[in-house]
């Protein structure tokens, strides 16, 4: 079999089941089993496939039939331009949390610290406690998650990338537990899905991903609800609190910071459009209320805000170009 036709039919099985992506997903496996890029591919379409390659891409197929998500099946995600190792021990990352990672590294005062301190919680995979720590060498972060699976996924991901003594890891349920004032940014991309609307999400998200990671209780504010008095007591003055939200979520969520004491609350939107973040802060030190617009006159560019790669999608290998047909 050529290139050309295990593409086409690995394709006409993805479409058969309804995957409107059926055509991109499988030519990234195809690259992936032939160890190249997908820009390959074009001119590898009359090349036989060899048997490895052919057996990889039948595994895979497999599996894409059974509509396991693409990241999952190659194993890796791409995340602020770097590659995660992604499995079912926790979500994959998505291109709006790389959006909060660069709202967080844009958030001018919390930087300005020697070393500042940064809780991740719910971490996940980890890419948001790995990128910050990457990108902030200065900073000293800690990642929660209430399991130990992703937690383990997330302290694979910190050694592939050299951080993970960079960084405590914490098995914990939120913020509790944590001292008064230790932290100066609190970020968290926590589950936010009304329990009754993960039934109607995609079978792809509803049937493979964990449920753990999704469900945010009747009104899908369980866990935010919580944590935000939690941050408001943990932040030292001056600090910042990031959350990603669902984007019906923002009002509540503002009155649920405003309620908490934080001033500054802004709930901002995503490239999509919609209101994915929001953002509060604390008192500075001199006691000052550190508005958005004073911080915004104090800002200084931290970060290009170029978000690189496509966030959703596997990685492509950082192998040679794949060599010319025989
Ligand atoms: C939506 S996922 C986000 C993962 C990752 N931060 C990301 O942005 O891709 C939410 C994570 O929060 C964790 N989580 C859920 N409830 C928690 C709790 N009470 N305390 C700590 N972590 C929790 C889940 O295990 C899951 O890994």
């Avoid at 919390?110 to 720590?133: E, H, K, M, Q, Y």
């Avoid at 964990?210 to 007591?233: C, E, F, K, Y």
Wanted: hydrophobic share 45%.
């Amino acid at each position: 079999m050529t290139v050309r036709e295990a593409l086409d039919a690995l394709r006409h099985r993805l479409a058969d089941r309804g995957d409107v992506e059926a055509r991109s997903i499988a030519e990234w496996a195809l690259a992936r089993a032939l160890g190249g890029r997908r820009s390959d591919l074009p001119r590898l379409a009359h090349r036989r496939l060899e048997a490895e390659a052919s057996r990889r891409l039948a595994d895979w197929a497999a599996r894409l039939e059974a509509g396991e998500p693409l990241q999952y099946v190659l194993g890796d995600a791409e995340f602020f331009g770097r590659v995660f190792r992604c499995d079912a021990r926790a979500l994959i990352p998505r291109p709006e949390t790389e959006e909060l990672v660069a709202a967080v590294l844009a958030e001018a005062a919390p930087w300005r610290r020697s070393a500042p301190r940064v809780v991740d919680v719910g971490t996940g995979a980890g890419v948001i406690a790995v990128t910050l720590a990457i990108e902030r060498p200065a900073a000293r972060v800690t990642a929660i998650d209430r399991r130990e699976a992703a937690l383990g996924l997330a302290r694979e991901n910190a050694r592939r990338h050299g951080v993970e003594d960079r960084i405590e890891w914490r098995l914990g349920d939120l913020l509790e537990g944590a001292a008064a004032a230790s932290a100066d940014l609190v970020v968290a991309n926590l589950p936010y899905v009304p329990t009754g609307e993960i039934a109607r999400l995609e079978g792809v998200v509803r049937d493979h991903e964990p449920v753990s990671a999704l469900d945010g209780g009747p009104d899908g504010l369980g866990l935010i609800r919580r944590l935000i008095p939690q941050a408001a007591r943990a932040l030292a003055p001056g600090g910042a609190l990031f959350l990603e939200v669902g984007e019906r979520q923002g009002p509540d969520v503002s009155a649920l910071l405003r309620a908490a004491g934080f001033e500054g609350v802004e709930i901002r939107r995503d490239l999509a459009g919609r209101e994915r973040i929001a953002r509060g802060v604390t008192w500075d030190r001199r006691g000052r209320r550190m508005t958005g617009r004073r911080l915004a006159r104090r800002a200084r560019p931290t970060h290009d805000g170029r978000i690189s790669g496509r966030a959703s999608s596997p990685s492509e290998p950082s192998t040679k170009p794949l060599s010319p047909p025989a």
